[in-house]
């Protein structure tokens, strides 16, 4: 199936390892022109040698409330337009709900919400000028179903997905659609950082192909939606 991939440039963050990076290479080898944006400059480097003159790097820390502007403007300038953007955000540290303080809840929104909603927020504007844009957002099944030991993910990504879901009508009048993917353990740094085991581990190559295949033309009925990728972890129905 052609996705209707090819020549399309996608934005897209936290890219420089597990989810993030298996996304760039799903959109690469589909044909689109790719910015890659993460804190690591020599992985992100290694992207960019990897797919010569269809990534490109922007190193930068997302905390920075002023890169998604800048990256959002470096895309452009870099391959003339933004069609696509997978806003990947890094998760919040792991922490039981009566141990979590106020400054705890202010960081995971620092580091989790905020970056995205600059993200999508810079992103929208020349999608919907030129009338077509699909946004992403990584989120976690924490959302669906929160654990007690996730619970600033939870907040934090709950709140980021009630904002985009409510933005959704919006942008879908202009030809932009944003969905969510709401990931379950992977093998991923993430998942070694949480000790996640005994679990079956879900493959970020599927899941970068998963999501390139929502970022085609095909997909613009396709909004407001949160697909769960978690090997059926979560039970409930």
Avoid at 38 to 65: I, T, V
Avoid at 104 to 121: G, H, K
Avoid at 212 to 234: P, Q, V, W
């Amino acid at each position: 199936m052609d996705l209707g991939l090819k020549d399309k440039v996608a934005l897209v963050t936290a890219a420089s390892r597990g989810l993030g990076r298996a996304t760039v290479e799903a959109l690469a080898a589909e044909g689109a022109q790719v910015v890659a944006v993460a804190r690591d400059a020599a992985r992100l480097a290694e992207l960019e040698n990897r797919y010569p003159g269809r990534c490109a790097a922007l190193a930068g820390d997302l905390r920075d409330p002023d890169l998604p502007r800048r990256a959002v403007e470096f895309t452009i300038d870099r391959f003339g337009a933004i069609d696509i953007l997978v806003s990947n955000t890094a998760g919040p540290a792991s922490v039981m709900p009566f141990d979590a303080s106020v400054s705890d809840f202010a960081a995971a929104f620092e580091t989790t919400c905020y970056p995205a909603v600059r993200l999508i927020q810079a992103a929208a504007a020349p999608m919907c000028a030129q009338g077509f844009g699909r946004i992403l957002i990584v989120s976690s099944t924490s959302v669906k179903a929160p654990k007690p030991f996730l619970c600033l993910s939870a907040a934090s990504r709950s709140a980021l997905w009630a904002w985009a879901k409510s933005a959704a009508p919006q942008l879908m009048e202009a030809g932009v659609t944003i969905n969510a993917l709401f990931a379950g353990p992977h093998e991923t740094d993430r998942a070694r950082e949480l000790r996640i085991s005994n679990v079956v581990l879900g493959s970020p190559e599927d899941f970068g192909t998963f999501a390139a295949s929502l970022c085609g033309t095909h997909t613009r009925f396709i909004t407001g939606t949160g697909y769960i990728l978690d090997g059926g972890e979560l039970r409930g129905i």
